[in-house]
């Protein structure tokens, strides 16, 4: 049974980004109630449709956003739908909802509405630009607030058009952040009896995280540079989108180690020339010509798969360019069960994406496809407590619409009506943190992780980040230790803005990505290769709630840290590991960034010029904030 079979949600939402808020929270156990207008959800009219066949029940974006909930098509313009609504709330838990500002209230179910009948349930209010601002009243899209939070800028060629991430991915992450926020409303509301009206900004959420922008604008904040659109192709040594026998691979400054790079290649007898190894090569133009020459006629000779393995071996951060048919065979995500099988009435037999994350004890399940409109009107309603013939006459009336209507017969026992819980003194403003009194100890590193916890830290979890000042981790605090001044000059804005434009004697606290990720957060040095930094660890372990991790997967073991030797000093320690493909398949043991996710998702052949080849596509990142959100919830 999922972690969350004792909540039920109103589902309120439509179209991306609050569909998939609350379908997280449907796979994961919740009893989600989406109620939906006579005409449906706009997402059933939305591409692409079973066989190129237009219907509401053929959507392919509607089926996977909607998957273990049931529908109720209810006309909440009319007093009677109003009721019924009212009636629904009795025994709800939370009500997530996606209409423009203003709307619920001209429908006189708004929050004072909501807050009166039941004080102690939340209403999460999901919107382009928030409730109160002063671009509530605009329209928007994935294409507007994606360029809207400053990214677009910086995608694409300098002499052409911007581009962007493909489809709808940013709103993807949205509703993954979404749910986050979902679930601390609920946490307050049953651990303190206080329900709130949560004001969730898909544009906030934008300019928090999806790929780089947070660090974009502290960049400009710090430093007044602008992260421009740049001229693509590969530079530096290994470093870029690559051709090789049958497509294409993405390699990340595997040139900043080269012994590693040179055990990948089979140790040439080129490669051993020191004038590889001198600082600052890699931006000698001339000698990365020279490399790549070597360089190209290896890549050329292998597979993308080939190459891949090869990387993988020797500890390379590499990935391959997969399309989604590659995707949709490979090995690895096929033996981790990631791809599920659903019947539907009107698709058929259909494969869709699975589980985000695993949890062993409380599983995510798939109970039921995506709901045909209004298939769950009259046992919804008979779980409200209205008889066959109630329900027939609202039909009748247009008030709902069912699939199916009951035959005549007595009237469920009307449940009883939840009576808010009561507030503590002050209201609803004194209500403490989601997670004040939950420590967390951070072993994250680079971006996904530390997205994560920064989330958990925003929520009132005491944050413990435990580093090594003896040991640099590339990209968690910077890029590198002591950026050379031609990174400064030349290097991208949110990787190198410095304040002021200088560094200073400590680069590793002012890095523009650094400050971003690193609030709400305390830090910890000890060295965990030495017994006593172990004994202060065991300390710190039993008085810590939950470990989160996302190195390698090696990387923690190689310590003697695995969530048995957790378990031995508290047994109910939580331990969240997110390495980049997983614990368990073929791709366990690899390294990668969101870059190489982006590549291996299928995306970053997705998106970019369709006239140019994918070697002029900007470096995104994308896939951190997701999995952090994600890991978050």
């Known amino acids: 049974m999922g972690p969350l ?15 998939y808020a609350t379908k997280l929270l449907a796979d994961y156990g919740a009893d989600v109630i989406k109620v939906e207008p006579p005409d449906g959800d706009p997402a059933r009219r939305l591409g692409p449709f079973k066989d190129d066949r237009p219907g509401p029940e053929r959507s392919g974006t509607f089926f996977y956003l909607n998957t273990n909930k049931r529908s109720v098509a209810l006309d909440l313009r009319r007093p009677e739908g109003r009721e019924v609504f009212a009636r629904l709330l009795d025994r709800a838990d939370l009500v997530v909802e996606s209409f423009r500002p203003g709307v619920l209230d001209r429908l006189g179910v708004g929050w004072s509405f909501i807050h009166q009948r039941r004080p102690d349930l939340p209403l999460v209010s999901i919107s382009n630009f928030g409730q109160e601002s002063p671009y509530r009243d605009y329209q928007g899209s994935d294409l507007v607030l994606y360029a809207l939070a400053g990214e677009m800028y910086s995608m694409g060629v300098a002499e052409r058009e911007p581009v962007k991430m493909y489809g709808t991915a940013a709103l993807i992450e949205s509703g993954s952040a979404a749910a986050v926020a979902a679930m601390a409303a609920l946490e307050v509301a049953r651990g303190q009896g206080v329900g709130q009206h949560v004001d969730f900004s898909i544009a906030d959420s934008h300019f928090c995280g999806v790929d780089r922008r947070h660090a974009t604008v502290t960049a400009y904040d710090f430093c007044g540079r602008k992260t421009l659109r740049a001229a693509g192709g590969a530079t530096g040594f290994a470093n870029g989108v690559y051709p090789c026998a049958d497509g294409y691979v993405e390699f990340a400054n595997a040139g900043l180690r080269l012994d590693r790079l040179a055990d990948m290649l089979g140790h040439p007898e080129w490669l051993q020339d020191p004038k590889w190894y001198v600082p600052g090569a890699a931006m000698n133009p001339d000698l990365v010509d020279e490399f790549n020459a070597y360089f190209y006629a290896w890549l050329l000779e292998r597979t993308k798969r080939e190459v891949w393995e090869e990387a993988r071996r020797a500890k390379v951060l590499c ?231 996302n190195n390698a997967v090696d990387t923690l073991e190689k310590l003697g840290i695995t969530y048995d030797w957790l378990r031995s000093i508290r047994e109910d320690i939580i331990m969240v590991r997110a390495p980049a493909y997983g614990l368990t398949g073929p791709y366990a043991g690899a390294r990668a960034l969101g870059v190489h996710l982006e590549g291996v998702m299928g995306h970053t052949l997705l998106r970019g010029y369709p006239d140019l080849d994918p070697s002029v596509s900007t470096a995104i990142y994308s896939g951190d904030y997701l999995a952090g959100c994600q890991g978050a919830l």
């Open 5 to 19: 079979t004792d909540v039920t949600v109103l589902d309120l939402t439509h179209y991306i980004a609050g569909p």
């Open 319 to 549: 990935g391959p360019l997969f399309t989604v048919e590659d995707l949709f065979h490979d090995p690895h995500f096929r033996s981790r069960g990631f791809w599920q099988q659903v019947q539907h009435p009107e698709l058929g037999t259909v494969d869709l994406p699975g589980r985000p994350f695993i949890m062993a004890d409380s599983p995510w399940e798939l109970r039921r496809p995506a709901p045909l409109l209004g298939q769950h009107t009259a046992e919804v309603l008979a779980e409200a407590g209205y008889s066959p013939a109630e329900v027939r006459q609202l039909a009748e009336q247009g008030v709902v619409r069912a699939r199916t209507l009951p035959s005549p017969g007595p009237a469920s026992p009307a449940p009883a009506r939840r009576e808010g819980a009561a507030v503590p003194r002050g209201g609803a403003d004194r209500a403490r943190l989601p997670l004040a009194g939950v420590r967390v100890l951070d072993f994250t590193v680079v971006w996904a992780g530390p997205f994560a916890t920064m989330l958990l830290g925003d929520l009132g979890a005491e944050i413990i980040k435990v580093e090594n000042a003896h040991v640099w981790q590339p990209m968690t605090r910077g890029a590198l230790a002591r950026p050379p001044q031609v990174l400064l000059d030349t290097g991208a804005a949110w990787g190198f803005g410095y304040p002021n434009g200088r560094p200073g004697p400590r680069p590793w606290n002012y890095s523009p990505t650094f400050v971003n990720l690193y609030r709400n957060k305390k830090s910890c040095t000890m060295d965990l290769r030495r017994p006593e930094g172990m004994e202060i660890l065991a300390r710190l372990v039993a008085r810590c709630d939950v470990v989160y991790e």
